[in-house]
């Protein structure tokens, strides 16, 4: 029933403790019943001992073996009754520390960020050039930047990971821009900022982010530059929340475009906005 939740699970657990978020008592415990009835159910038949040089010794070993084979048998039978119950607990056990550790991966998070800030301010304002074939290695303050950059992102992505690896027991992220989604967010759309165009500012942000998806460094520079989205982590479920403000800025900016005068467009703005 609960399939791979429980690797998952494993994963978040694994996750919180690489970032030494304390993993709570009755979660380990929910692990430890988890695994014990895992095992029960693979409970192996016993090897088929040799056949005794007699008839009646080989009557005996027979029934012996049988009943040892019987007992395999409905251990891992018995083990399946319960397989769900204890998966169930091990990931609702996960889940519910999963709020914690995701706010406890904040404070790092932000420090990353201002890392790559201040980084960011002594680089070349074209991220087009912040690629390593086109730094200009012969400038010192220029290299200098780079280089804390690129370590401050190495960890960046390293813990956004981890996030990830943490908020799958409660469910996926969702799909395209998940990554972007995960670290930041569009402001809500109002009638006034629709009607202001405002979505013509928030695209290209999220469309640059795409174009860089192969240049980390470039595309955490140009993250922290950007002034239109809020950077800072999602917890489990935000990520879709993030995605979903997408979409009804869409939805509202077309319904604006749709109008044929200011009055209709504010209207349709507005009932688009709270469909």
């Not at 039978?77 to 519910?96: E, G, P």
């Not at 050039?129 to 086109?134: A, E, F, G, I, S």
């Amino acid at each position: 029933m609960y399939g791979s939740a429980p690797s998952h699970a494993e994963k978040a657990i694994r996750a919180a403790e690489r970032r030494y978020l304390p993993v709570p008592p009755e979660v380990y415990e929910a692990q430890r019943l988890h695994a014990a009835v895992f095992e029960a159910g693979r409970t192996p038949d016993p090897e088929r001992p040799a056949l005794p040089a007699t008839a009646a010794e080989a009557a005996t070993v027979i029934t012996q073996h049988a009943e040892a084979l019987r007992l395999a048998d409905v251990t891992r039978r018995a083990a399946s009754l319960f397989a769900d119950d204890a998966a169930h607990r091990f990931v609702t056990a996960t889940q519910a520390a999963v709020p914690k550790w995701v706010a406890g991966l904040d404070k790092e998070f932000c420090t990353l960020v201002g890392a790559v800030r201040k980084a960011a301010a002594k680089l070349p304002g074209d991220v087009s050039l912040l690629d390593p074939k086109r730094i200009n290695w012969n400038d010192p303050v220029i290299t200098a930047a780079y280089t804390k950059a690129e370590g401050a992102v190495v960890q960046l992505e390293q813990l956004v990971s981890d996030r990830s690896d943490i908020a799958g027991v409660a469910g996926s992220d969702g799909g395209r821009d998940n990554a972007l989604f995960s670290v930041a967010a569009l402001p809500e759309p109002t009638v006034q900022t629709v009607m202001d165009k405002g979505w013509q500012d928030l695209h290209p942000v999220i469309a640059q982010w795409r174009d860089l998806h192969q240049q980390p460094v470039a595309r955490w520079t140009f993250l922290v530059r950007q002034q239109a989205l809020t950077l800072g982590l999602a917890t489990p479920g935000q990520v879709r929340e993030r995605a979903g403000c997408v979409q009804l800025w869409r939805d509202a900016t077309h319904a604006r475009s749709a109008a044929q005068t200011l009055r209709g467009a504010h209207d349709l703005v507005a009932q688009a906005l709270s469909a």
